[in-house]
């Protein structure tokens, strides 16, 4: 069974940085479609970016902001994202799609304080 688990959020202050993991378990496929969304209550689940077949397609937001990379070795993404700002408070999720399935991971909340 396929499981994607997210580390790395936390608190951080405005203007830091923080890295997020998403480690694939439960097979050695290296999906070519990755990538990151958030969701903060009441909203709906937004892009962040996404990579299919190494090509990134990143929210307004994210650009210049936020980076996704990867690992195949390890079979993780990453999400580096530096500059952040309060409004980036949100909890983060890790995608892969393997069509026509898709996989989400548990979440990890990320905290900027001002």
């Known amino acids: 069974q396929v499981q994607l688990v997210e580390s790395g959020g936390g608190l951080v202050q405005a203007g830091g940085s923080l890295r997020l993991s998403c480690a694939a378990s439960g097979t050695a496929y290296i999906f070519a479609t990755v990538g990151w969304y958030r969701q903060t209550p009441g909203k709906q689940r937004e892009l962040v970016v996404v990579s299919s077949s190494g090509t990134a397609n990143d929210a307004e937001f994210a650009k210049d902001r936020f980076t996704i990379s990867r690992d195949n070795a390890k079979n993780t993404v990453y999400l580096q994202m530096s500059s952040l700002k309060p409004e980036d408070t949100a909890v983060y999720y890790c995608?892969?799609?393997?069509?026509?399935?898709?996989?989400w991971g548990q979440g990890t909340q990320v905290t900027v304080s001002s």
């Open positions: 995608y892969a799609k393997r069509w026509p399935l898709e996989y």
